[in-house]
């Protein structure tokens, strides 16, 4: 399991716009926004068929995102139990 917490940032008056994009990129959930800041909260989790690092890439290149921070990112790989 991948999952990634990411601060997007627009323009107000492109929140709607930016908002709709970002319904459409695999992974992505919505938890807040901050018309005032210019701030999207948002979660990516990966999946059948894409990456974390995919769809961070999509919501980076979406149209009108002036940009995005990685805010927290946990992945489980490489974290086998082992018995001693």
């Not at 908002?19 to 938890?31: Q, R």
């Not at 068929?49 to 940009?67: E, M, R, Y």
């Amino acid at each position: 399991m991948n999952i990634a917490s990411l601060v997007v940032r627009a323009f107000p008056a492109d929140f709607p716009e930016v908002v709709e994009g970002l319904k459409k990129v695999p992974g992505v959930e919505l938890h807040g926004q901050s018309a005032e800041k210019g701030n999207i909260v948002i979660t990516i989790e990966d999946g059948a068929g894409w990456s974390v690092t995919d769809s961070i890439l999509a919501v980076n290149l979406l149209p009108k995102v002036q940009g995005l921070t990685i805010a927290y990112e946990y992945t489980d790989e490489g974290l086998e139990l082992t018995e001693v």
